[in-house]
T-cell receptor, first 111, second 112 residues
Framework: DAKTTQPPSMDCAEGRAANLPCNHS???????VYWYRQIHSQGPQYIIH???NNETNEMASLIITEDRKSSTLILPHATLRDTAVYYC????????????FGIGTKLQVIP | EAGVTQSPTHLIKTRGQQATLRCSPI?????VYWYQQALGLGLQFLLW???????NRGNFPPRFSGRQFPNYSSELNVNALELEDSALYLC???????????FGQGTRLTVV
């Protein structure tokens, strides 16, 4: 069973920030939050991950709440190529054992 | 640097046959993961191999099996194929078991 919940779909105007939420209320202390995206039937692409601190890389920013029960992936300037299904997962430091990616959030970037 | 490669890209089998899917991880990666993605569904964890050993498996029947070779490449075997096995099978690799995983493009298995 997926340990995260995400809205099934979201729209975002091109050039605007896309904020994708994820709830992981049962996350344990040594579980990381990972974000991946999958563009139409391709293999998922790693975006970013974090434990408790906010993280930023060239693709996105990850904001994790202080209680770690939720997080938000931020794409600062969404482009049409960011249209994809975004998956939020939690994973023990011991690996992706039995991690199931839920149905994710289908992000549609609108011109 | 080559990414994770999977073969074949597409595979069509008839019910009751066996299917073999192959995965080559990124050079230096020792962990390999297999996932099944049925149409319109999320990725379901199938198997995890690390250093040649099966470390964990998901809730799939024993006819789903695999192995990891000394060069860390991996093979997924599905015996006695059923129509419901039609799906995209994705392989991922990671440097060690607790780092980000990189996915291949998948093998589309169709059972008719």
């Amino acid at each position: 069973d997926a340990k995260t919940t995400q809205p099934p779909s979201m729209d975002c105007a091109e050039g605007r920030a896309a904020n994708l939420p994820c709830n992981h209320s049962t996350i344990s202390g040594n579980e990381y939050v990972y974000w991946y995206r999958q563009i139409h039937s391709q293999g998922p692409q790693y975006i970013i991950h974090g434990l408790k601190n906010n993280e930023t890389n060239e693709m996105a920013s990850l904001i994790i709440t202080e209680d770690r029960k939720s997080s938000t992936l931020i794409l600062p300037h969404a482009t049409l190529r960011d249209t994809a299904v975004y998956y939020c997962i939690v994973s023990f430091s011991g690996g992706y054992q039995k991690v199931t990616f839920g149905i994710g959030t289908k992000l549609q970037v609108i011109p | 640097e080559a990414g994770v490669t999977q073969s074949p890209t597409h595979l069509i089998k008839t019910r009751g046959q066996q299917a073999t899917l192959r995965c080559s991880p990124i050079s230096g990666h020792t962990s390999v993961y297999w996932y099944q993605q049925a149409l319109g569904l999320g990725l379901q964890f199938l198997l995890w191999y690390d250093e040649g050993e099966e470390r964990n498996r998901g809730n799939f029947p024993p006819r789903f099996s695999g192995r990891q070779f000394p060069n860390y490449s991996s093979e997924l075997n599905v015996n006695a194929l059923e129509l419901e096995d039609s799906a995209l099978y994705l392989c991922a690799s990671s440097l060690v078991a607790n780092t980000e995983a990189f996915f291949g493009q998948g093998t589309r298995l169709t059972v008719v």
